[in-house]
């Protein structure tokens, strides 16, 4: 567990120091607000790092969209996101060590996020790879363990822009239970999604250029248009 951790502090670190020169040397502002709604997975076996891709015994998911994001983008590839996801746990699933927990699971988060792209968009603006760091509350009713959990939430995901502000969004998260004075183990679990993502720009259509020519010529005619009268 703590090797994670300093994983995603390194990568947070180094981020940023790729991120500060960058900036000096080309603005990219990709879009003002993004918003997503995802399909959601709560893998909380009591073993968040082992037998991951275990889907029959420990993935607890619904068949329809149930994580909703809203993300504010702020500069230099840098933004921070809203995250709310509810789920269920399922009969016959491994939870916490134990079988047949049932409950309700929801979550809330507030994470930073860093996106790569801010780095080589000239060559890639379709793959949007980032990293995200954050705090969040779950609240699991008959999950074999605590009820209300603060946790620290450890990420990666990645962008794929397919047809103008729309994209397919991938992401895993890392929830870490935090009790004082350490982090919690039986309170860890591992947070999936999938789902579509919409990002835009303020203002909407930005204006073409030419309209201001083709207008200004007109306004040019009549104020030097002679007065027939005179």
């Known amino acids: 567990m703590k090797k994670l951790l300093y994983l995603f502090l390194f990568t947070f670190y180094i981020s ?4 500060q020169p960058y900036k000096t040397i080309k603005k990219y502002k990709p879009y003002d607000w993004m918003v997503g709604v995802s399909w ?4 909380d076996d009591g073993s968040p790092f082992s037998g991951i891709f ?5 993935w607890n998911y619904l068949f329809y969209p149930t994580r909703i994001s809203v993300d504010r983008y702020l500069k230099s590839g840098w933004s921070v996101e809203a995250v709310v996801t509810y789920n269920t746990y399922l009969p016959g699933k491994m ?6 927990a049932s409950g309700i699971f929801l979550s809330g988060d507030i994470n930073s996020k860093y996106s790569f792209t801010n780095l080589y968009v ?7 790879p980032y990293v995200n760091m954050g705090l969040g509350y779950t609240f699991r009713a008959g999950a074999n363990t605590s009820i209300h959990t603060p946790t620290l939430n450890l990420g990666i995901g990645m962008n794929f822009w397919i047809y103008k502000g729309f994209g397919i969004q991938l992401h895993s998260n890392a929830k ?5 004075p350490l982090i919690k183990t039986s309170t860890n679990y591992l947070q999936h999604s999938a789902g579509i993502v919409y990002r835009w ?8 250029p030419s309209d201001k020519k083709r207008y200004k010529w007109t306004k040019d005619n009549q104020r030097h248009k002679p007065n027939k009268g005179h």
Not at 16 to 19: E, G, P
Not at 54 to 58: H, K, L, P, R
Not at 122 to 128: C, E, I
Not at 176 to 180: D, H, K, N, Q, S
């Open 95 to 100: 939870v916490n060590g134990k079988l047949d």
């Open 201 to 208: 720009k303020k203002g909407g259509r930005s204006k073409n």
């Open 54 to 58: 275990n889907v029959a015994s420990s």
């Open 40 to 43: 959601s997975v709560v893998e």
């Open 16 to 19: 940023s120091a790729f991120a």
């Open 122 to 128: 000239p060559k890639l603006k379709w793959f949007d």
């Open 176 to 180: 870490l239970g935090v009790a004082m």
